[in-house]
C-alpha cells in the first residue's frame, strides 16, 4: 500500500518568516495531493491541493508544490502569520480498486508561528 | 462548517459497554469515510463506504462495527472497546470520483475508554 512521510514532525518559525513542509510518497499511481490544516480541538479542512497533471500551485500566501519523478510534494507558506500556528498534515490519494479511493495520510507537523 | 456533523462530541464509557458514534453529512456525497485520530500517530483510515456499500475495511478490529442505512449517515458501533481506543474518530465525505475528491471532515467524536 502507500506510505506517506512527512518532515519536520515540529516547525517552528518568526512571524513573517516562510515555513517549508515536505511529504514523501512511495506509489507512483497516486495522482492528488491534498493539504490539510487542524487547529487545536478542530475538525482537519483542505487549504491547498495538487493534482498529477499540475506542478505547482498558489493560493495567496500557501504553495504546493509536486515533483513526480521524486514521488515528493511541498507545502509553501509565505508571510507566516500567528493564525497559521496549526498542524498541517499532508495525503496522497490512490485508487482502492474500480472507482472507490482512499486517503494515505503523512504523521502532521506542529508549525508554531512565533510573534 | 455544518456539512459534516457529529455526535456526541465527547463519549466516555466502560470497556463493557456499547455505545454508538453517528456522522451525518448535508453535502450530497456518495462516499463516507471513518478515520481513527491518536496522539502523534497519523489519522488512520478504518472505514469507506460508497453508495452506502463497504469498500475499505483497513484491518479494524471486530469491536468496531460500522453501518451506513443510507449515503447521508454513517454509524460506528462500539462494544467491548480497550482503553488503546480512546482517541478522536473523525468522519469525512467526499464526492468520489475523479476530479472531485476532496474529504470534509466533521468535527469528530473524542471518545475515552476507561
Known amino acids: 500500500g502507500e506510505n506517506v512521510e512527512q518532515h519536520p514532525s515540529t516547525l517552528s518559525v518568526q512571524e513573517g518568516d516562510s515555513a517549508v513542509i515536505k511529504c514523501t510518497y512511495s506509489d507512483s499511481a497516486s495522482n492528488y495531493f491534498p493539504w490539510y490544516k487542524q487547529e487545536l480541538g478542530k475538525r482537519p479542512q483542505l487549504i491547498i491541493d495538487?493534482?498529477?497533471?499540475?506542478g505547482e500551485k498558489k493560493d495567496q500566501r500557501i504553495a504546493v508544490t509536486l515533483n513526480k519523478t521524486a514521488k515528493h510534494f511541498s507545502l509553501h507558506i509565505t508571510e507566516t502569520q500567528p493564525e497559521d500556528s496549526a498542524v498541517y498534515f499532508c495525503?496522497?490519494?490512490?485508487?482502492?480498486?474500480?472507482?472507490?479511493?482512499?486517503?494515505?495520510f503523512g504523521k502532521g507537523t506542529l508549525l508554531t508561528v512565533n510573534p | 462548517e455544518t456539512g459534516v456533523t457529529q455526535t456526541p462530541r465527547h463519549l466516555v464509557m466502560g470497556m463493557t459497554n456499547k455505545k454508538s458514534l453517528k456522522c451525518e453529512q448535508h453535502?450530497?456525497?456518495?462516499?463516507m469515510y471513518w478515520y481513527k485520530q491518536s496522539a502523534k500517530k497519523p489519522l488512520e483510515l478504518m472505514f469507506v463506504y460508497n453508495f452506502k456499500e463497504q469498500t475499505e475495511n483497513n484491518s479494524v478490529p471486530s469491536r468496531f462495527s460500522p453501518e451506513c442505512p443510507n449515503s447521508s449517515h454513517l454509524f460506528l458501533h462500539l462494544h467491548t472497546l480497550q482503553p488503546e481506543d480512546s482517541a478522536l474518530y473523525l468522519c469525512a465525505s467526499s464526492q468520489d470520483r475523479a476530479g472531485t475528491d476532496t474529504q470534509y471532515f466533521g468535527p469528530g467524536t473524542r471518545l475515552t475508554v476507561l
Open positions: 495525503a496522497a490519494r490512490q485508487n482502492s480498486g474500480g472507482s472507490n479511493y482512499k486517503l494515505t
Open positions: 453535502l450530497g456525497h456518495n462516499a
Open positions: 495538487i493534482r498529477s497533471n499540475v
